[in-house]
């Protein structure tokens, strides 16, 4: 069982950047992914993008050149960075590990981050 604790979220302006962290309990160097939803009320939880076992990273389109997914494996952290926010990027993040496409992930408890002026 790992445990995935999110931090980082908060308020910031239109324009502003944001790194969002998620520290593990446990080593995630064997995970084949780790990434980064993202929920809205109302809403399905979507997929922001992840970082493979072998380091490629995947960003759903939209977020491409704004927004990029990382991995340290020593610190057993997954980490989001936030570029150029715009207001439609508010939302609750969730980090998520999982260890293989056979097995179910594991989920952090969110952090809100708000783009407002």
């Known amino acids: 069982q790992v445990q995935l604790v999110e931090s980082g979220g908060g308020l910031v302006q239109p324009g502003g950047s944001l790194r969002l962290s998620c520290a593990a309990s446990?080593?995630?160097?064997?995970?084949?992914?780790v990434g980064w939803y993202r929920q809205t009320p109302g809403n399905q939880r979507e997929v922001v993008g992840n970082?493979?076992?072998?380091?490629?990273?995947n960003i759903v389109d939209s977020l491409k050149g704004r927004f990029t997914v990382s991995r340290d494996n020593a610190k057993n952290t997954v980490y989001l960075q936030m570029n150029n926010l715009k207001p439609e990027d508010t939302a609750v993040y969730y980090c998520y590990a999982r260890r293989g496409l056979l097995y179910a992930p594991y989920w952090g408890q969110g952090t809100q981050v708000t783009v407002s002026s």
């Open positions: 446990g080593s995630i160097s064997s995970f084949s992914a």
């Open positions: 970082v493979t076992k072998g380091g490629n990273m």
